[in-house]
């Protein structure tokens, strides 16, 4: 049986990458919602976080098993969204696939953490993170799939256009002391098809492997890339950012290290 998916915020990186991946399996029937693309195709609808309770509508049209969110925007009406999603969702015994992030824990920045780590956020976004798991597991339960994830980067992501840039200006800006894990937005999709796949549950951390600081991350890629070094204005920036995973399920080819993102977003392919 063909399985429903609607993604909150098809047209950002993130949200992009996982609908081209599932939009090639014939097991799915995907539908987005978009606030800058423009779009008419029958798959895609516009919503605007300024009426959040305009999500109802949507998802009793589309009637999805599935929703991921990639939603960005206003912390409150993002929540609004996120509940009235996820009481329909438990109402019909669907999923939601929530994008969290490494900030939930950037009130402890001595080490790397793990799915299990107790959360902790002195960041307004962080914190707001927080709010929105222990929301989404209060009405949802199990039925809530959390996704925790580091600096994203692809081969046209914002990320490294700004590294274009910073060589061709001569100067960029580099956070000093942090070490962090990266993520690229085709890991991120590969993760998501599996996760739906196999019914997957629980809370994921989708990043490296390893950690690197980042300012010798940018190196490496702007020595692999065979771009001219500009001059680095270090930010005083001190502390770990990275989300391991310590999941025993995840198959081989999901599990990336830096070398093999940097080999990524370096190639020409």
């Not at 994921?204 to 300012?215: A, E, L, N, P």
């Not at 190196?219 to 692999?224: H, P």
């Amino acid at each position: 049986m063909t399985e429903k998916i609607l993604i909150l915020g098809v047209s950002g990186f993130v949200g992009t990458a996982i609908y081209e991946q599932l939009s090639q399996s014939n097991k799915f029937d995907v539908y987005g919602t978009f606030f800058s693309l423009k779009s008419n195709a029958p798959h895609m609808c516009y919503f605007s976080l300024e009426n959040p309770e305009k999500i109802k509508d949507i998802l009793a049209r589309i009637a999805p098993d599935i929703v991921i969110s990639a939603l960005r925007g206003d912390f409150k009406k993002q929540m609004d969204v996120h509940i009235f999603t996820a009481e329909y969702l438990k109402k019909n015994h669907g999923r939601l696939i929530y994008f969290s992030t490494a900030n939930v824990f950037d009130g402890k920045q001595e080490c790397p953490h793990y799915e299990g780590d107790s959360l902790q956020s002195d960041s307004e976004y962080g914190k707001f993170k927080i709010s929105c798991e222990n929301k989404l597991r209060e009405i949802m339960g199990n039925s809530a799939i959390i996704l925790r994830i580091p600096f994203v980067y692809g081969k046209n992501s914002v990320r490294m256009h700004q590294i274009e840039d910073g060589c061709q200006k001569g100067i960029m800006d580099v956070y000093d002391n942090l070490f962090s894990n990266y993520v690229t937005d085709i890991q991120i999709a590969d993760y998501v098809e599996w996760i739906i796949s196999e019914e997957k549950e629980g809370t994921f951390h989708i990043g490296t492997t390893d950690v690197m600081r980042y300012s010798d991350f940018i190196m490496r890629l702007i020595k692999d890339s065979g771009k001219a070094f500009p001059t680095f204005n270090y930010l005083d920036v001190t502390g770990t950012m990275a989300v391991l995973t310590e999941r025993k399920d995840i198959p081989y080819r999901l599990l990336w290290n830096v070398d093999r993102v940097i080999s990524f977003l370096c190639s020409n392919d």
